[in-house]
RNA sequence: GCCCUCAUAGCUCAGUCGGUAGAGCGCGUUCUUGGUAAGAACGAGGUCAUGGGUUCGAAUCCCAUUGAGGGCUCCA
């Protein structure tokens, strides 16, 4: 089949747009701030934005007038024009412009590409000009305003933004705006918005009774309803059994840890900011545990001297750890301060990293397909140039190179990053699309030569003498909450029969049914179905629709045909009604669906 | 942590110019015993997040605190 070839968004018309929008809109801001200092303002994802430093905060009221002022602009068919200039006369037309003339400065040593790498070249310095407006800009820009319909122009929000990002710089404020070819298009975009609204899996947790988080316990400590528990029972329980069939073995290593353990281990210096304050119990400091692997591998050493013959030893715990996150980082259940990790670390010697990662993939793989997430795609994470990192270049180029060749022997496609590896390791992480296209990192899995030797991990090889053992890192769902937010939004609530935290809703018509039906709900029980009896006095329709709500893949109608025939009446939340049926039919349907995936 | 926005009944939200609170859903009681997405009536339920201030008077205006949401290097 023919490669599709997709054009880069940097050279779409959707980007000019956008780009020329964002020249536009900083405009409108100008005229209505003449103090203003004007920053950046690049085309993204589905829109653009523009960072500015203003005497006073935005009000949505302004908006709307820049919106207004906008479309006037638009209405005036400027053209955009280009210039090149050098440096000097740049610095003449910006002379008031203190964040341009920082950009001009940095152009003048170099550029760099959209990475962040620097350019071989030097760019040109160019100024596009429309109306009465002039930036500093490398374009491209339409031809004129005239190309850019002001009914498919909003704009959408103002934000607080730290000039190149950085806290230690001023605050600028930035406004959002989303900018398509037709109305048509932005109209689907923001309808697109909506249906993201509705699967927000703070809004569903609440709608379906899963978890709630309370002011009285803390920020970032969500609670779990006994149906949220048995979501996360059931997900836990289906990697711990995959992980035992797959040959690991699963430890308990408690909350709290003496914080020297940290300090050996190398995660004070490169953790402590995440770590919650020290508890400190006369002589001894103790840390709430934020990972794991220090414990696992004091495990490793308490346990004895370990013979070659004995690796690789696979040690899993689904943990619950505790991460001081910054209070504004901390959004539902995908960034929380308590959560809970399927982690599992493998002690192995280094011939057999690449037969360990294999296996690795092999389960993460069979996970994530369990979870439909057909569509992932796999980064290596490597150091970068900043200090964080443990400083060993043989032991990361050993690290390194056993990962590329792990992946290879896989046959695993995968693009690189720098900067993202972990402080002792190189990573192989994989990135999870849901239906929503919204991008997850979920597994991972980690080599690392650098802990097991700070802590004084060994084995006795062939050879009689003290060899230090590599460990694999490795986790594939991450972490029970996140996970579980994800998966609320990707199955929009309505989960797979096998992970539903009730399978069945048993509906009597009237009370007279309610023996019967109690009888059905045993037996479903005793064939392992999680199934309710809804006994309430309302009318089977309101039963319905209230089962509906709450997503449960099958509701059994009972009524005096099914009491007597000994049937029940099968609904599915699909709205599809396959009616009457034995029990013993219905339940071989709801295990084959649960074996299936369904 | 920083910027902006928000906080009213269990939930979703109204509440005008400052004059001490409303709806729907849910909950309780009663009636209704029903055939594939809401049966009816009545009733209970709120120190308007917390603490200060302005005012004759504050859910409403101001300040602080707490919590929630949207953002915080896709480098002109």
């Known amino acids: 089949m023919a490669e599709k070839i997709q054009e880069r968004y940097e050279d779409s018309d959707l980007y000019r747009i956008r780009h020329s929008t964002a020249h536009v809109m900083a405009q409108a801001v100008l005229e209505m701030f003449p103090e203003a200092k004007y920053t950046i303002g690049p085309p993204i994802e589905n829109g653009f934005y523009y960072d500015f430093d203003l005497p006073r905060p935005l009000t949505p009221d302004d908006l709307k007038a820049l919106e207004k002022r906008m479309r006037q602009v638009l209405a005036g068919r400027h ?46 310095i160019s100024i596009y000009s429309h109306d009465k407006f002039v930036d500093l800009c490398r374009g491209p820009h339409v031809e004129n305003t005239g190309q850019i319909n002001p009914a498919a122009v909003k704009l959408m929000s103002v934000a607080g933004a730290y000039w190149r990002g950085d806290e230690k710089n001023a605050m600028l404020q930035r406004i959002y705006g989303t900018a398509w070819r037709t109305p048509k298009e932005l109209e689907e975009y923001l309808w697109q918005l909506e249906e993201a609204k509705k699967r927000d899996h703070r809004r569903l947790g609440k709608e379906l009774g899963l978890f709630h988080f309370s002011d009285d316990v803390g920020p970032g400590l969500p609670l779990f309803t006994p149906k949220g528990e048995m979501l996360r029972h059931l997900m836990e329980t289906y990697v711990r059994d995959l992980q035992t069939r797959y040959g690991y073995s699963h430890v308990w290593t408690g909350h709290l840890v003496k914080e020297d353990l940290y300090k050996r281990s190398g995660h004070y210096d490169n953790y402590v900011d995440s770590m919650f304050p020290p508890m400190v119990d006369e002589n001894i400091t103790f840390r709430l545990k934020p990972m794991n692997c220090p414990s696992h591998m004091t495990l490793y050493k308490e346990m004895g001297r370990h013979s070659y013959r004995e690796l690789p030893m696979r040690f899993g715990e689904f943990a619950t750890l505790y991460r001081y996150e910054k209070t504004g980082e901390l959004t539902g259940l995908t960034r929380v301060r308590a959560l809970t990790q399927d982690d599992c670390h493998i002690f192995c010697t280094e011939d057999q990293i690449q037969q360990e990662f294999t296996l690795a993939l092999k389960l993460i793989q069979e996970v994530l397909e369990r979870y439909r997430f057909i569509d992932y795609k796999v980064r290596l994470s490597l150091r ?39 402080f002792y390791g190189p990573k192989a992480d994989f990135l999870a699309r849901d239906v929503l296209g919204r991008e997850w990192q979920l597994s991972t899995i980690q080599v690392d030569f650098i802990q097991p030797a700070r802590l004084g991990l060994i084995y006795i090889a062939e050879d009689g003498a003290e060899h230090t053992p590599v460990v694999l890192h490795r986790a594939v769902t991450g972490t029970t909450e996140r996970f579980m937010g994800v998966i609320i939004e990707h ?30 709900a045993e037996k479903l029980k005793a064939a392992g179905l999680r199934v309710e009896v809804d006994g309430r006095t309302e009318r089977m329709n309101s039963k319905i629709r209230d089962a509906q709500k709450q997503k449960i893949p099958y509701m059994l109608v009972i009524g005096d045909q099914e009491a007597e025939a000994g049937q029940v009446a099968l609904r599915l939340r699909s709205g599809d009604n396959p009616g009457a049926m034995s029990l013993a039919d219905f339940i071989s349907l709801a295990q084959k669906d649960i074996q299936q995936g369904n």
Do not use: C
């Open 79 to 124: 053209v955009f024009q280009k210039k090149v200039i050098s440096a000097d006369e740049a610095r003449q037309v910006f002379a008031q412009q203190p964040y341009k003339l920082e950009l001009i400065a940095g152009l003048e040593q170099g550029g760099f590409d959209e990475y962040g790498n620097p350019l071989k070249e030097k760019p040109d």
């Open 384 to 422: 970068g140039e900043g200090g964080k990192y443990v400083q060993d270049d043989e032991k990361w180029a050993k690290a390194e190179t056993a990962l590329r060749a792990s992946l290879d022997a896989n046959n695993v496609e995968y693009f690189e990053a720098s900067g993202e590896a972990a």
């Open 491 to 520: 199955f929009a609530g309505a989960f797979p029969v096998w992970l539903a935290p009730q399978q069945v809703m048993i509906i009597p018509i009237a009370d007279r049914h309610l023996e019967y039906s109690g009888q059905v």
